[in-house]
């Protein structure tokens, strides 16, 4: 078994493609239509064949509750893996990204979040080793 496509709930699907592609960096893996809205899903560039990101709307009564509740405590949606937290950090501020927490060290983890201008908080982090 394993992890072939997760997914993070978006208000606007174009906007949240050109957010996750042209900020982000992922690349566009499926855009194929699906009622009134797009099976749309993103992978690193880095790895084509690899896990998935479905850029899921968020029609759904329970999302919106569910999505303010993580808002409000600080909690990302879901978490990116990067080689260097600091220096990704300092890639998407100059992009314009804001943040909610700056790169914080604990232990071997360096985090920071930022807001993915789609209705979540996104986690990007790296692991030290020694």
Known sequence: MRINVTSVFVDDQAKALEFY?????????????????RWLTVVSPD???????????????????FR???RADG?????????????EYERLVAAGVEFTQPPMTMGPVTSAVFDDTCGNLIQIASMHVG
């Open 68 to 70: 303010e509740a993580l």
């Open 75 to 87: 909690l990302p949606a879901t978490s990116f893996a990067v080689d260097d937290a600091q220096a």
């Open 47 to 65: 790895a084509p064949d690899g896990v998935e990101l479905l850029l899921e709307p968020s029609d759904h009564p329970a999302v919106g509750p």
């Open 21 to 37: 592609t042209d900020v982000l960096g992922f690349v566009t893996k499926t855009d194929l239509p699906a009622g009134e809205h």
